[in-house]
């Protein structure tokens, strides 16, 4: 079945860093999601995406859509306590299912 | 309700016991899905039910696993002779329809522990 390459799988930074993670298929996607989970909490939507190259920002959020439809890109601007969390991107081509990547777990040391 | 509520939010079984896990979805929400996330792991799924289609069972790890949703509405998610490698967290999602253009709602979830 299609497969999501989210990377990197786990960063430390300093509070007030800038942090960036990505999302690589082999399938071609329709639709790019990004999502954050809080310890004992479901994930959350953060961004949502459906056009090559769209880049929106949500906040200090700011995600991309690729233009080859097969990667996307998370950053986060000036990182503060509040965004530990792990960060998980999804994926959809057609009215399939959403195809969820392995997680990228932020930490931040104050 | 206003959100996807899921009960019970931690259940502790003994090895060999059968547990029932249940997902009351988004009022109006006509696709339900089920997903597992093993400590430190992502999503992994499940089962996906959209309306009156036969459901897509095809991440269900073994017969031990089935889940049903009646009326299209409420699911539970059955796990029968639970192993110690069942436990996890079993996150449920619905979405307004199965094009989900605006993603899926996750309930909090069930954490599972078999002893």
């Known amino acids: 079945g299609q497969q999501l390459n989210q990377s990197p799988q786990s960063m430390f930074i300093q509070e007030g860093e800038d942090v960036s993670m990505n999302c690589t298929s082999s399938s071609i996607f329709n639709t790019w999601l990004w999502y954050k989970q809080d310890p004992g909490e479901g994930p959350v939507l953060l961004i949502a995406l459906y056009k090559a190259g769209e880049l929106t920002s949500n906040g200090r959020l700011t995600a991309q859509f690729g233009i080859t439809r097969k990667d996307s890109f998370l950053n986060i601007s000036a990182s503060i306590p509040s965004d530990v969390g792990i960060y998980f991107c999804a994926g959809r081509e057609g009215a399939q299912k959403l195809v969820f990547g392995q997680g990228t777990r932020l930490t931040i040391n104050p | 309700g206003a959100g996807v509520s899921q009960s019970p939010s931690n259940k502790v079984t003994e090895k060999g016991k059968d547990v029932e896990l249940r997902c009351d979805p988004i009022?109006?929400?006509?696709?339900l899905y089920w997903y597992r996330q093993s400590l430190g792991q992502g999503l992994e799924f499940l089962i996906y039910f959209q309306g009156n289609s036969a459901p897509d069972k095809s991440g269900l790890p073994s017969d031990r696993f089935s889940a049903e949703r009646t009326g299209g509405s409420v699911s539970t998610l059955t796990i029968q002779r639970t192993q110690q490698e069942d436990s996890a967290v079993y996150l449920c999602?619905?979405?307004?329809?199965?094009?989900?253009?605006?993603?899926?709602?996750f309930g909090s979830g069930t954490r599972l522990t078999v002893v």
């Open positions: 999602a619905s979405s307004r329809d199965s094009l989900a253009n605006y993603g899926y709602t």
């Open positions: 009022s109006g929400h006509t696709a």
